[in-house]
């Protein structure tokens, strides 16, 4: 692109930011990157990379590119949205290290986290956009039930969701909560008109969600469609879709495997 425009802004809260990402949709700028990060997840990033973050409940970083006559209007349109809800703090990339700076807190996040934590559970659900403000609050209120701490990096631009439900494992029964507090966000997001897989598939691990957001009969047909293609299954079997439990097995969306059921292995 002709130019690259990155700004960080700094919010008191997670709804906030979250109301920043509709207003700049709404307003028809389409940035090459929205990101959202909150206090969770920056504490983690300034622990193992020191991007000089300032200290908030949330922060976005925007990109835009473009031609720099295009880019430069719509840059000042979301300094100006980012001002009308609050920002606290709005930083403007001057040089090529300061954006550089910048996005190292962001791609350090998800591995920074093991600073804050022994373990995490990392979910991936999509929102619409407008729906940021809510289900960020839900998951508030979810981490204070629960009493696991809930950290939020995630592609603000796209609805798309990670939330990392901090456990440790030594301590009994928290592996198991996680993974319930991961799958009532998962609720979430479909209560929101949204779905249980934002950019990484269903695989093993959500095949148990699919049926809250399909019914019997939609995943029958699926199964049909699957094994006009693979009447044998060979590809990829057990994935997807929900099998019933074996003999032995956990029920719920824990499942130990059954070399641990077995005492031959244990989760590190």
Known sequence: PETVQTLLAAFDSTEAAGNVVSDIIAAGIIPAAVEMMDRLTIQAAEAAVHPNFPAAEAILIVELDGPASEVSELFQLVQERCRDRGAR???VAQTDDQRARIWKGRKAAFAAMGRVSPSYYVQDGVIPRTKLPEVLARIRALELRSGLRIGNVFH??????????????????????????????????????GSITGEHGVGADKATQMPKMFTADD????????????????????????????CGEVPGPYRRHPVELAGLAERL
Not at 163 to 179: I, K, M, N, T
Not at 222 to 244: E, H, I, S, Y
């Open 156 to 193: 603000a631009g796209d609805g798309n969701l990670h939330p990392l439900v901090c456990y440790d494992e030594s301590v009994p029964g928290q592996a198991e909560l996680a993974e319930t507090v991961a799958s009532e966000i998962l609720t979430y997001c479909i209560e929101a008109g």
């Open 219 to 246: 995943l029958d047909t699926m199964q049909w469609l699957r094994c006009a293609f693979d009447p044998a299954n060979l590809c990829n079997p057990g994935k997807v879709f929900p099998t019933p439990r074996l």
């Open 89 to 91: 703090v709005i930083e």
